[in-house]
C-alpha cells in the first residue's frame, strides 16, 4: 500500500481548486478541509470511501474462517502448555 499523503485546506481555498483537490483525492491524497484551523471535512476518492464503509465481518465469523480448513490435528492444546510454564518463585521484590 502506498504511503498516505495528506493535504490540508482552507474552506476558501478548497472552493478556489475544487477540481485540483478532487484529482488528489482520486490519486490517493486524504484532503482535510478546515475551518477556523480545524477539520471540517475530508475528501477521499470513491474507491477508498467504499473500503472504509464496507461490511466487515464480526470477530466470530472472521476466526470461523480462519480456522476453516485447518489441519486441527496440530493445534495445541491445554496437555501441550503444560511443561512450558516456569514454576519458580521468581525474583525477591522490596516493599
Do not use: C, W
Request: aromatic share 4%.
Amino acid at each position: 500500500m502506498m504511503a498516505l499523503m495528506t493535504k490540508r485546506v482552507s474552506i476558501a481555498e478548497a472552493r478556489n481548486h475544487f477540481t485540483e483537490l478532487v484529482r488528489a483525492a482520486e490519486g490517493g491524497a486524504v484532503v482535510e478541509v478546515q475551518r477556523r484551523g480545524k477539520v471540517a471535512v475530508i475528501v477521499v476518492s470513491a474507491q477508498r470511501y467504499d473500503r472504509l464503509t464496507a461490511a466487515r465481518p464480526s470477530f466470530a465469523e472472521a476466526l470461523a474462517s480462519f480456522l476453516e480448513g485447518r489441519d486441527r490435528r496440530h493445534a495445541l492444546r491445554q496437555k501441550d502448555l503444560a511443561g512450558l510454564r516456569d514454576r519458580s518463585p521468581g525474583r525477591p521484590v522490596r516493599r
